[in-house]
């Protein structure tokens, strides 16, 4: 079992960049698949990237491709997700979650453990 926090959101200007963290409890860490996902207000959940346990296959939609990367520490038990060139139309609240196994999954209801979330605004 894994508690996931993350952390690093807040304001920025369209153009600028974040780096959110997300530390996870648990010593099985490097067996789960981790994922990132986003909520604005009024909007469905949604997949944003996932990374493997060996951090070798990584997964993006499409909105995000070229601007957004996804890594992982198994030793620090760490996600991150570097988001640059950020966009007004990527505001919302981002959540780190963890699914059992390694198999790719970018539907919510197949992540076992969330985070409270962070929220990111991004300004005109």
């Known amino acids: 079992q894994v508690q996931p926090v993350e952390s690093g959101g807040g304001l920025v200007q369209a153009g600028g960049s974040l780096r959110l963290s997300c530390v996870a409890s648990?010593?099985?860490?490097?067996?789960?698949?981790m994922g990132w996902f986003r909520q604005a207000p009024g909007k469905d959940r949604e997949f944003v990237s996932g990374?493997?346990?060996?951090?070798?296959?990584?997964y993006y939609s499409d909105f995000v491709k070229g601007r957004f990367t996804i890594s992982r520490d198994n030793a620090k038990n760490t996600v991150y997700l570097q988001m640059d060139s950020l966009k007004p139309e990527d505001t919302a609240v981002y959540y780190c979650?963890?699914?059992?196994?390694?198999?790719?999954?970018?539907?919510?209801?197949?992540?076992?453990?969330w985070g409270q979330g962070t929220q990111v605004t991004v300004s005109r």
């Open positions: 979650a963890a699914k059992r196994g390694i198999g790719y999954s970018k539907t919510p209801t197949d992540f076992d453990f």
């Open positions: 648990g010593r099985t860490f490097n067996t789960y698949f």
């Open positions: 990374i493997r346990w060996g951090g070798s296959m990584t």
